[in-house]
Structures are given as C-alpha cells and as structure tokens.
C-alpha cells in the first residue's frame, strides 16, 4: 500500500498536472505554472493566518482562496502581452516569467532568499484528494459544454475557430487564468504539506515534470492528468519494490517508459480508454434556431440588402488579386461566384467573411463591416461559410464539428453544468438534437460518431456544409463544395443547396463546376482577373461570348477537366 | 568599461553561441524544439574528460572526437525521438517529451557510467602560457573558445549558404511536403541536420567543461534555458542572431554580475528574453512568418 506521502504526492500532482491540462486542451503550450505556483505558495504563506490563531482547516482555507487569486491575477498580467504568442513561443515566455520569478523571490530577503520559508504542515491525504477531486470535476463538467468545445476547436484549427465566430483572444484568456488559478492552488498545498518551501521547488524542471504528467496522462480525456500523476508517482516506488535501486537505474527506466509512451500512446494514458459517442435521436427535420431552442435569428427577407461591396478591392504587393468590385447580395439569392483560377474568388469571400481586410472600398455584411470588425463578430452576425482546402477539426467527431458550427447559437453551458442545473442538459440535448438534424441535411446522419479526418472526401467537404449550417447563417458561403466530388453527389449537393435557398438562406456559391452553378443559381456573378466580366442569370451567361472566352480559354488550349 | 570582463564575457558567451546555433538550427529546419540537446552537452563534457584523462589525448585532439560523438548522438535522437512522430498532429508537444525523455535516459547512463559526482580534467591538461590582450589576461583555452566558435559557426554558415546539402535544409525549412516532391530526400536531411546540431552542442559541452574545469550532471539545465533565451532573442532559426544573442547575453551577465550582484545574473536573460518577445517576438534577425488562410 502506498504510503501517506505518496498519496498526496499523486494528487496535488495531479492538480498541477491539470494545471497544463487546461491550456493544453486549448492547444496552448505553457511553462509559466511553476512561476503562478511559486507566487502563490509564498504569498500564501505570507499573508494567510498561522493555523494555530484561526485553525488548521481555516487556515488552509484562506491559504488556498489567496494564492488561487493570486495565480489568476498572475496569469492574467502574464497573459495580456503574451496572448498572441503561439507553440513555442509562448512556452518560452511563460518559462523565462517562471523563472524570473524564482530568481526575484531568491532575491527577496523577507521570503527567506534561497532558503526559503518554513510553512506549518496541514494538507493530510485526505484533503489533497478532496481538492483533486474537485479540479478534476472542474475538467469533467467543462470538456462537453460549449466552452470545452470552443477550446477544442481552437486547438484543431485556430483559424476555422474563428471562423466559426468563436472569440480565439479572450477563450485563450480564460484558459490560461485558469490554468494559473490551479497552479495557484498547487503551489499552496505544496507549501502546506512538504514545511519547507524553497524558490527552487518551483524550477523548470518543476514545470517540465507537470507537463510530462500531463501529456503521458493525456490531454483530451479529464481523466488523464490523474493517470499520469498516479503513473509518475508509483513508478520509481514499484522500482523500489521489486529491488531496482541501483542510482542510474531508476532514472533510466523512468525515462524509458516515458519515451514509450509517448511514441505508443499518441492520446496518453487515457487514450487507453475507449470513447464512446452517442447520436441523439433525430426528431423533426426544422433547422430553424428558434425551433431547435437556441437564440433565434432573424434571416433578411427577400429583397432585404445582405452584402454589399463597393470599389473594393485587394493587393498583394504588386499583384492586384481583386479589383473594384461592386457586388450587391440580397435576401434570398443563390449568387454563383466563377472564373479561371486566379481570378480573385476565394480572395473576394475572405474579404467578405473578414478573414482578409481589403486594400481600399468598402464592405458591408449584415449590418458589420467586415475587416474593420473581428472575425468572429462577422460570424456572429450570421455569416458562415466552408473553406476551399478542408478546414475541419480534424480529431473532433463529424458531430463535434457541427456542434462547434452552432457555437454562435447555442447558449453557453459550462456554468450550469458545474451546477448540474436542468436547463444545461435541456440545452445541450437541443444542440445535439439540432447539430444531428444539420448532419441529417447532409446526408450524414450515420457517420456523426466518426472523427473528421476518417471520413471521405466527399464526406469531409459535405460535413463543412453541416458545420456551417449549424450556425444558423443568413449568409452561407460554400467556397468550391462540389470540388472531388462524382456527377451523383454533385447534383445532390446541387438540390440541398436549392432547397436551402428555398428556406430563406442567402448563399454565395464558388464553384468550377459550371454546370452545377448554372443549375443552382438564381444570379451568377464571372470573375477573370480580379474584376467583374459580367453578371447576369444562367441564360445571360452562358450567352455571354466574352465569359465563354475567359473561363474556358480559346479552344486550341482548352483543357477543362469537367 | 572593464577590458578583463568583457573578454570574459565573450569567451562565455561563444559558448552560448555555440550551444544555441545548434539548437535553433534544429528549430530552424525542423520546426521541433530538441530538448535533448542540453543533454548532449552534458554527454559531451564528460566523454571529452574521459578521452584525456583515460585516453591520455591532449584536450585539442578530444575536440574532433567529441564532435563525432556528438554528431552519432544526434542520428540517435532523431531516429528515435523524433522520426517516429512524423505526421502526428500533436508532434509538436510529442517532440518535446520525446526528446526529455531522451535527455533523461542519456543522463542515467552518464551517472552509471561516471557517477553522480564532479569530474576534472586532469592536472596539466591546459597549456600555462597566457596572453596580454589590452591589459588583460587571457588563457589559451580561451583564445582556442572564441576561435572554435568562429571558425564553426562560419563553417555552418557556408555549409546552409553554399552547399547541396544545404540547399536541402533551407528547402526542408520552407516546406518539407514540397521538398519531398523535388525530391529532396527529406529523412535525411532531417538527421543530418539533428548530427550537424548535436556536434556543435557537443563541442560547445566539452569547451564549456574546459573554461571551468568540472563537468556535472546538472550542466545542461542552466544552460538549456539560456539557450532558449538566446535562440528567441536572436530570432528563432536565424544562425547569426544565435551567435550575437549569445555573445550579448555572456556580456549582459559578466557586467550583471559585476554591477549588480552575481544572485542576479539569471535574470537578465530572462529580462531580455521576455522584453523581446513581447515587443519583437520575430527576434533581432528573425523574420516574421506570413500566416497562410
């Protein structure tokens, strides 16, 4: 049986391995917790009552909530000018504010320099476990909630995330304050069980070793960072048990399996753990948010203005990628964008969906202004779209993928969750319901369980048009959906994108298949060059000698693979 | 200004150098942070007391041989630590642990091999002369820092800029999928590129254990970070900030430790570290990456 040290020993290592958990389930790579965990152990044991004025549990009490604090307000001073960094480094950054840490409490006279403080031990097993539990909870109620997932995406696909109309900037945010709130939480029961608290139990091979356990762990399952500490911890005790003392030994073989599991084990220790997902029963086919009980939105009547360009145009250095566009979309329309490659499209849209800020005119989107206004306040607006080359998260499900589409009209979830309150679960089924219904649209209604980069192709280029749907858009943008696709499942994308129209949705389609655009569209809209060549109904265009020129090249050099 | 420590500044501070360029070269080409280099120094310095000590070579004639090792450690560690992630999405984080994992295994065989106490090269190992550089004095083992640094970091330098290998490695940095389809055996350049890297950080080890005359376990942690720091000061996979970010840093800490107090010497590469990357996070000579949509 392990012992009393080493019982609290996996669990408040544990609660600092979920401490990288919760950046790294938001593809975040930080070092800084050994720095939140040093300010919050010595501030603690500076400021909060000796246990013999108020009691031990009272004492640890007020210990906890003060360096909780602390670490939050740490990483939320660290995080302000860090936030933009990505991958590495942002590790390096957190780790060189580590550090400084270290080295100014070493420095710090009052703290006890070098030496450190001495810290009235009161953390049992008992309440190291009670306080895991806790954290672990925390993760559990958060990984299905909308936040949980919105972190998820980003992790996947930064970029597709907000696109999605997920706030990047300020979920990165909360993901680090809380990150620096549970080391924060580390660092004070730390102080309270070991006595003796030195600047250098917050080095970085502190922080290096809560990542290890977090990652051998794993970090996707909430369960993982529990694993890897249990692991960590007994290793070297089993190697004990079994008579491998030999100095070197011990260290080797830590390092062994460490290096198998990570090259064996791609999702950690609880990757082990078979997953199951669930497809909710579909009822009703309406993908109306206001029937799927999530924010209603009002779609522009026909007629109505839904985007409007004017002069617009983008360059990159010398090349003119588009030109003075004047565009005008309203309520209702199927609008056709063509032309040769090169000819400025996907440029165009990203400009509309706010990806791209143009160089010069203007651009009008549902009542935002795209490129002036954050991206994810674009998609919010009811803008949504699917992307040329495949941009879906790709180890989240086909279902996970929809549910982050409706990320703008699902109410957020994580704090009744925490509560268990009723309503969370109402919400969450009628997402789940509604996000089904979107795969159902589709045609994928039996593929919702599989991760998005099995699926096929096609499957994959037909799930951003369920994700993209999720989000209830006015305006849905499909930039190049049949592209891969055979004749059948191009004409039945051709009939969901007619029927869609008939719903009342605003859809601007980039497409090469001419056929498909001609059949589909009520206006089509020909691009060469970076400037509009004409505009018109299928009959105009296809009449027009000049789009025929353009788009298919003279005959000698046809070479139109369609 | 003081003639002595500035000197001593830069001989610490080529050793930086050296360390870093090896470690943003990896960075560089590889897109992965290899956390085992630190460890290569470390392998490096008692492997290099040993051949002096055991081998009876002089310490110029271990130099070369430290290199090879260093270099066949480097094949190992990317054959092990990191080929067999290719194409994992997670590789990034993967890398990291793989090669900590790596580190450690390389550390327990020292301990096994050499224990865990300091060693010393022998006595009499270093040449007595020493030099009178404007009023200050200066070992040869000094003198034989900066000129090995020089001479390695152009010798890289020319082998990125001028050669076919080379050509493979800026190609690999660019873009390995694309470097694949010109036909750019791309496996290769990878562990060349991991040999070349773990070479100069093991000169640098056996350099570093000659300017103090120890070798430790724990040698590779302090410098490890400052490598880092160094690396994001420079500019990441830039070869030339490496080598000014690292004579900079061994200044700012020699006149840090003179002016200041030595207990604050390792806050200045953090102080740097951090300033840059907030205001300049491409370095002093990275060049920012265009994010592709």
């Known amino acids: ?562 | 200004m003081d003639i002595q420590q500035l000197l001593n500044g830069l001989f610490i501070g080529s050793i930086y150098a050296l360390f870093a360029i090896g470690f943003t070269l990896v960075f560089g080409v590889l897109d992965r942070l290899n956390l085992a280099h630190p460890a290569v120094f470390t392998v490096a310095a008692f492997v290099g007391i040993e051949l002096v000590e055991v081998g009876g070579l002089s310490i110029w004639a271990a130099l070369p041989v430290v290199f090879v090792v260093g270099g066949l450690l480097g094949l190992v560690i990317e054959r092990v630590a990191f080929r067999p992630l290719k194409g994992r999405p997670d590789a990034h984080f993967a890398g990291l642990i793989s090669s900590i994992a790596l580190a450690g295994m390389f550390i327990a065989l020292l301990q096994w091999r050499y224990g865990p106490d300091t060693k010393r090269f022998p006595a009499e190992s270093f040449p007595e002369t020493t030099y009178k550089v404007l009023g200050a004095q200066v070992t040869g083992v000094q003198v034989a820092i900066l000129l090995i640094t020089v001479v390695l970091a152009v010798g890289l330098h020319l082998l990125v800029g001028r050669t076919r290998l080379g050509r493979g490695m800026r190609a690999t940095a660019e873009n390995p999928t694309a470097a694949r389809v010109v036909g750019i055996n791309v496996d290769r350049v990878s562990a060349t590129t991991l040999a070349i890297s773990s070479a100069l950080g093991a000169v640098a080890g056996a350099l570093f254990a000659m300017n103090v005359n120890s070798a430790q376990l724990g040698m590779g942690s302090a410098i490890e970070l400052k490598g880092l720091a160094v690396i994001v000061v420079g500019g990441m996979a830039s070869l030339p900030g490496a080598l000014v970010g690292g004579l900079l840093l061994g200044l700012a800490e020699v006149f840090t430790v003179q002016y200041i107090g030595s207990s604050w010497r390792d806050l200045v590469a953090f102080g740097l570290l951090f300033l840059i990357l907030v205001a300049r996070p491409q370095g002093l000579f990275g060049t920012r990456k265009v994010r592709e949509v």
């Open chain 1, 1 to 562: 049986m392990p012992g009393d040290a080493t019982l609290v020993f996996i669990a408040i290592g544990g609660i600092f391995a979920f401490s990288f958990y919760a950046v790294l389930v938001a593809g975040q790579l930080s070092l800084g917790q050994a720095g939140f965990a040093a300010i919050a152990a010595f501030g603690s044991a500076s400021l909060a009552p000796a246990p013999s004025e108020v009691g031990e549990i009272p004492a640890l009490l007020i210990a906890v909530a003060i360096g909780m604090s602390v670490g939050a307000l740490a990483s939320i001073v660290l995080g302000l000018p860090t936030m933009h960094l990505r991958g590495v480094f942002l590790a390096i950054a957190t780790l060189g504010f580590a550090e400084a840490v270290r080295i100014l409490i070493i420095n710090t006279e009052s703290l006890g320099g070098a030496q450190g403080m001495s810290v009235p031990k009161v953390v049992t097993p008992a309440i190291a476990w009670v306080f895991l539990v806790l954290v672990a909870y925390w993760f559990w109620r958060q990984g299905p909630s909308r936040y949980g997932r919105a972190l998820a995406a980003i992790r996947e696909d930064e970029l597709a995330a907000r696109a999605m109309g997920i706030d990047v900037g300020r979920h990165r945010l909360q993901a680090f304050v809380t990150s620096g709130a549970v080391a924060g939480l580390y660092g004070v029961l730390w102080a309270y069980f070991v006595r003796l608290i030195a600047p250098e139990d917050f080095s970085f091979t502190t922080a290096i070793d809560g990542l290890v356990t977090a990652v051998v762990g794993g970090s996707t399952l909430f369960v993982g960072p529990i694993l890897g500490s249990v692991f960590l911890t007994l290793v070297p005790d089993l190697q004990r048990a079994i008579g491998i003392d030999a100095g070197w030994i011990r260290p080797f073989l830590a390092s062994l399996l460490l290096l198998l599991v990570i090259l064996f084990l791609p999702g950690g220790l609880a990757g082990l753990i078979p997953r199951r997902v669930r497809m909710p029963a579909i009822t009703g086919t309406d993908l109306g948010s206001a029937v799927a009980g999530l924010d209603p939105r009002r779609h522009p009547a026909a007629g109505e203005q839904v985007v409007r360009l004017r002069g617009l145009s983008k360059d990159y250095g010398g090349v003119h990628a588009v030109r003075d566009v004047d565009l005008e979309v309203t309520g209702g329309e199927i609008v056709g964008l063509i032309g040769p490659n090169g000819a400025g499209k996907t440029t165009l849209v990203n400009m509309i969906s706010g990806l791209v800020r143009g160089t010069s005119g203007t651009v009008e989107v549902l009542g935002v202004r795209p490129g002036r206004t954050a991206v994810h306040r674009i998609a919010a607006a009811g803008v949504s779209r699917t992307f040329q080359h495949s941009r879906l998260f790709p180890r989240l499900t086909a279902l996970e993928n929809t549910l982050v589409g409706s990320h703008v009209v699902a109410r957020p979830t994580f704090l009744r969750r925490l509560l268990w309150l009723p309503s969370a679960r109402h919400d969450e089924r009628q997402a789940l319901q509604h996000a089904a219904r979107c795969l159902e649209r589709v045609g994928l209604a039996d593929k919702g369980a599989v991760v998005a980069s099995a699926l096929s192709y096609g499957d994959q280029r037909r799930l951003e048009i369920a994700r993209a749907l999720a989000a209830d858009p006015s305006l849905l943008i499909l930039d190049e959906p049949a592209a891969g696709m055979n004749r059948v499942e191009a004409e039945q994308l051709s009939d969901l994108i007619g029927a869609l129209g008939r719903d009342g949705l605003t859809i601007l389609l980039i497409e090469h298949n001419v056929g498909m655009v001609m059949r589909t569209c009520t206006r089509i809209v020909v691009l060469n060059f970076g400037e509009v060549l004409a505009t018109g109904t299928p009959e105009e265009i296809a009449g027009n000698p000049e789009v025929v020129e353009a788009y298919l090249g003279s005959a000698e050099t046809e070479e139109e693979p369609r």
